[in-house]
């Protein structure tokens, strides 16, 4: 069983920046395609940018231009940098595989005040 751990949340104001981490208990980032997603209250939980084997991202286009996945294998870690942050990017973040989800972890809560 893989854990996910997520970390870096907080409270920001509009226009800052945050970078989350999300560690694996072993390998998977190199492995699988995996991503980050989100959910805020009352919404349904929405991939918002995803890493493949190959190194190529993809963004939703709510972030694109905005935020930027990224992973190091070695360290089983996977990074989303996110930059002028907006108050409907407030959410729990997770991170996970893309296609049938390994048990997802806590996340992280991001809070963007206007």
């Known amino acids: 069983q893989v854990q996910l751990v997520e970390s870096g949340g907080g409270l920001v104001q509009a226009g800052g920046s945050l970078r989350l981490s999300c560690a694996a208990s072993?390998?998977?980032?190199?492995?699988?395609?995996v991503g980050w997603y989100r959910q805020a209250p009352g919404k349904q939980r929405e991939l918002v940018a995803l890493?493949?084997?190959?190194?190529?991202?993809n963004y939703a286009d709510s972030v694109k231009g905005r935020f930027t996945v990224s992973r190091d294998s070695a360290k089983n870690t996977l990074y989303l940098q996110m930059n002028s942050l907006k108050p409907e990017d407030t959410a729990v973040y997770y991170c996970?595989?893309?296609?049938?989800?390994?048990?997802w972890g806590q996340g992280t809560q991001v809070t963007v005040s206007s």
């Open positions: 890493i493949t084997t190959s190194g190529n991202t």
């Open positions: 072993r390998t998977i980032f190199s492995i699988n395609t």
């Open positions: 996970n595989t893309v296609g049938p989800p390994l048990s």
